[in-house]
C-alpha cells in the first residue's frame, strides 16, 4: 500500500531536548516536504527536499533540520526545541515539486514543555 | 506564484449540493488547481485537479471558467462527514507549494 509513515504519532518533550521525526515514504518519490499546522495559522512550509541531498527552506525553517541521505527518508530534527515549536507537523512525499498530487502523512503532535 | 483567496467558512446542510469557490486572478499558464480536504487532526488528502473547463471524479466536480481567474469546487449531495477543511492550491513544478488557511465547510443535519 502506497504511504508515507511518520512516527512518533505524539510526542511530549522538554525544552532543549533534542528529538528526531522520522518519515518515511514507499513510492519512490522524489519530492518530500515537512509542514507545521496551527490554529488560525494553516499549513505552513518546513523545509523541503528535491532529492537525495537537496534540501530547500519553506516558509518557516527557523530551529529545525532536516536530512535526505535516502530517498525514501525525510527526518525532521529539531536540535533544541522550544515551546513555540509545539504544533502539528505532517510530511508529504509526491512526485516532483509541482502539480503533482501530494501524499500525506498521518501527523505527529508534538509537545514541549 | 498566484496566491488564492477562499471563504474561511461555509455551512450546508446534509443532501444539499455544495460549491466552494478559489480566487486565483494571478494564475500563470503553467499553474495547475488542485483541491485539497482536511479532517481534524489527518493529514489533507487529495481530492481533485484541474487545469481548464470541467474534471469530475468520484468525489467532486472542479470547474474553471476560460480565464481560469478563478474556479469552483462541487461537493454533490454532501454528508456530515463531508464536514472538514477544504484547500484550493495553485501550483506547477517550479513554484513552492503553499496551502493558505483554508475554507471550512460545516454540514448541518
Known amino acids: 500500500e502506497a504511504q508515507v509513515t511518520q512516527n512518533p504519532r505524539y510526542l511530549i518533550t522538554v525544552t532543549g531536548k533534542k528529538l528526531t521525526v522520522t518519515c518515511s515514504q514507499n513510492m519512490n518519490h522524489e519530492y518530500m516536504s515537512w509542514y507545521r499546522q496551527d490554529p488560525g495559522l494553516g499549513l505552513r512550509q518546513i523545509y523541503y527536499s528535491m532529492n537525495v541531498e537537496v534540501t530547500d527552506k519553506g516558509d518557516v525553517p527557523e530551529g529545525y533540520k532536516v536530512s535526505r541521505k535516502e530517498k525514501r527518508n525525510f527526518p525532521l530534527i529539531l536540535e533544541s526545541p522550544s515551546p513555540n515549536q509545539t504544533s502539528l507537523y505532517f510530511c508529504?512525499?509526491?512526485?516532483?515539486?509541482?502539480?503533482?498530487?501530494?501524499?500525506f502523512g498521518a501527523g505527529t503532535r508534538l509537545s514541549v514543555l | 506564484l498566484a496566491k488564492t483567496t477562499q471563504p474561511i467558512s461555509m455551512d450546508s446542510y446534509e443532501g444539499q449540493e455544495v460549491n466552494i469557490t478559489c480566487s486565483h486572478n494571478?494564475?500563470?499558464?503553467?499553474?495547475?488547481i488542485t483541491w485539497y480536504q482536511q479532517f481534524p487532526s489527518q493529514g489533507p488528502r487529495f481530492i481533485i485537479q484541474g487545469y481548464k473547463t470541467k474534471v469530475t471524479n468520484e468525489v467532486a466536480s472542479l470547474f474553471i471558467p476560460a480565464d481560469r481567474k478563478s474556479s469552483t469546487l462541487s461537493l454533490p449531495r454532501v454528508s456530515l462527514s463531508d464536514t472538514a477543511v477544504y484547500y484550493c492550491l495553485v501550483t506547477n513544478r517550479d513554484d513552492k507549494i503553499i496551502f493558505g488557511k483554508g475554507t471550512r465547510l460545516h454540514i448541518l443535519p
Open positions: 494571478n494564475i500563470a499558464t503553467n499553474d495547475y
Open positions: 508529504a512525499s509526491s512526485l516532483d515539486r509541482g502539480a503533482n498530487i501530494q501524499y
